[in-house]
């Protein structure tokens, strides 16, 4: 079975471009959370999707955004970028046949703001 | 709200000696655990968990884990460190309540020296 895959893997943008960043889930999941990784503050997370709907939303502004298509496949997008933008984000698929929370992530889309 | 405190941020070890991770929880229900490791530029992998039943939980790479629900913890152990065990490790909690969202300690930074 694939796991989560995520692209691209790496990314340079300038301050005030915008970007879009992708997730396909593994095969059944219709869970998709996102995190924003930093040194400074650690894992925080973004939003999660099931079902083509956001169903949790972090603590985050309107800057950030995301979608589910009716595949589970994933998307976020963060408009004009700025530098504290510059992070690891991680999308992460779950089962809600099991419903425990376990998440299963992908390796990460490494995103430079210059 | 659910919370999670990982006290030491960074440990040193010897290889071949013994890791322990402390974790503590902040949750009134019993909660969903986890611990997930991340290897630098990487996404995070889930190296056991606990739902319920015994309390000292198997994972992978030799890992265990006990839940104590007395001193709301549940740590992380190794017996004997191998240098590839260098990494950062992530406890989480998740819990019915809260959609089983998923949330994640500060981590604690692994090196290993030879």
């Known amino acids: 079975k694939a796991g989560v895959t995520q692209t691209p893997r790496y990314l340079i943008k300038t301050r005030g471009q915008q970007v879009t960043l992708s997730c396909s889930p593994i095969?059944?999941?219709?869970?998709v959370s996102w995190y924003q990784q930093t040194p400074g503050q650690g894992l925080q997370f973004l939003f999660e999707?099931?079902?083509?709907?956001?169903?949790n939303k972090g603590n985050f502004p309107g800057r950030f955004s995301g979608r589910q298509f009716s595949n589970s496949r994933s998307e976020m997008n963060v408009s004009t970028l700025e530098l504290g933008d510059s992070a690891l984000y991680l999308c992460?698929?779950?089962?809600?046949?099991?419903?425990?929370?376990?998440?299963?992530f992908g390796e990460g889309s490494r995103l430079t703001v210059l | 709200a659910q919370s999670v405190t990982q006290p030491d941020i960074h440990i040193t070890v010897s290889e071949g000696a013994s890791l322990e991770l402390r974790c503590n929880y902040s949750?009134?229900?019993?909660?969903?655990l986890f611990w997930y490791v991340q290897s630098p530029g990487q996404g995070l992998q889930l190296l056991l968990k606990?739902?319920?039943?015994?309390?000292l939980v198997q994972g992978i790479k030799g890992f265990e884990a006990e839940f104590k629900r007395s001193q709301s913890s549940f740590n992380l152990r190794k017996p004997s460190v191998h240098w590839s065990d260098a990494a950062e490790y992530f406890c989480?909690?998740?819990?019915?309540?809260?959609?089983?969202?998923?949330?994640f300690g500060a981590g604690t930074t692994v090196t290993v020296r030879a």
């Open positions: 949750y009134g229900a019993t909660p969903y």
């Open positions: 992460a698929s779950s089962s809600t046949l099991e419903n425990t929370g376990e998440l299963f």
């Open positions: 606990y739902f319920s039943g015994d309390t």
């Open positions: 989480a909690v998740g819990a019915r309540s809260n959609d089983y969202k998923l949330s």
């Open positions: 999707y099931f079902s083509e709907t956001q169903r």
């Open positions: 095969s059944g999941h219709r869970s």
